[in-house]
């Protein structure tokens, strides 16, 4: 199983999501770690590097809506470590 951190401009971003883009994240989350577990991203999700920063990749969750990551040492050997580090609209990229 996956396991995640969050630092704090995400924890900051995720309180100033409505309830519905709260649950829109957490569905597309859900599919997410399936696809971590399964080896390979589904297309839906967009993830991909981000242009300009060394080890930070996004994820886009909605029409407007994207979280940044990057991947953390494991914490159990085998599994992802994911690190979130931003999550709200496009506006997120000028400090991803």
Same mark, same amino acid.
Do not use: I
């Given at each position: 199983?996956?396991?995640f951190e969050a630092n704090e401009p995400f924890l900051d971003d995720y309180d100033h999501l %409505?309830? /519905? @883009? @709260?649950?829109?994240f957490k569905a597309a989350v859900r599919k $997410?770690? &399936?696809d971590l577990r399964a080896g390979q991203f589904r297309k839906g999700l967009r993830v991909k590097r981000v242009v300009g920063r060394d080890g930070v990749w996004e994820l886009t969750w909605a029409d407007d809506g994207r979280?940044? $990551?990057?991947y953390g040492d494991?914490?159990?050997?085998?599994d992802a470590h994911i690190i979130w580090r931003r999550v709200? %609209? &496009?506006d997120i $990229?000028? /400090?991803p």
């Open positions: 199983m996956p396991t %409505t309830d /519905e @883009r @709260r649950a829109a $997410f770690v &399936h979280a940044t $990551f990057s494991p914490v159990v050997p085998g709200g %609209t &496009h $990229f000028d /400090e």
